[in-house]
């Protein structure tokens, strides 16, 4: 019986030890590696280099009167760092340009017979922009 007892209490004694000092088969769990510089460029299908943290933004504009129409002629677009980069707007009114930059821009609308529209905004890299501009008409000046 002693030797019974022995026996139960070496193997008790045994299966602790393992327990406490085996090897699980779950990884044990690590803090991800916060990383201090930028991801790398890789380069995207069409040539052109995408970075981890986005650059540019997708910019659409709806353009249109008080009454609605789209003037003949209208052109929209932006001003960044000093460049205008107008388009004519097709003939509901709507431009879209996928690569403006990011940061403090300049939204501009010019149309014949339409006052000019300048609207500043501040683009966010990765946030699609929308951007409702209503032409107002141009008033005749009077002369003396």
């Known amino acids: 019986m ?19 000092l085996g090897t699980d088969d779950e990884p044990e769990a690590t803090m991800p590696d916060i990383p201090t510089e930028p991801p ?37 677009g932006y001003r960044a760092g000093g460049d205008d980069r107008l388009r004519t707007v097709d003939r509901d009114g709507k431009i ?15 149309a014949p017979g339409y006052e000019d529209i300048e609207q500043k905004r501040y683009l966010t890299g990765g946030v699609r922009a929308d951007a409702v501009l209503t032409l107002k008409p141009r008033q005749a000046s009077k002369k003396p």
């Open 2 to 20: 002693r030797l019974l007892v022995t026996l139960a209490v070496s193997i008790a004694l045994a299966w602790g030890v393992w327990t406490l």
């Open 40 to 76: 790398p460029a890789t380069p995207t299908a069409n040539g052109t280099v995408r970075y981890g943290i986005p650059t540019t933004v997708t910019l659409v504009m709806l353009v249109k009167t008080e009454g609605g129409n789209v003037p003949q002629k209208t052109r929209a």
């Open 96 to 110: 879209m340009f996928t690569d403006v930059p990011t940061g403090p821009v300049t939204l501009l609308v010019r």
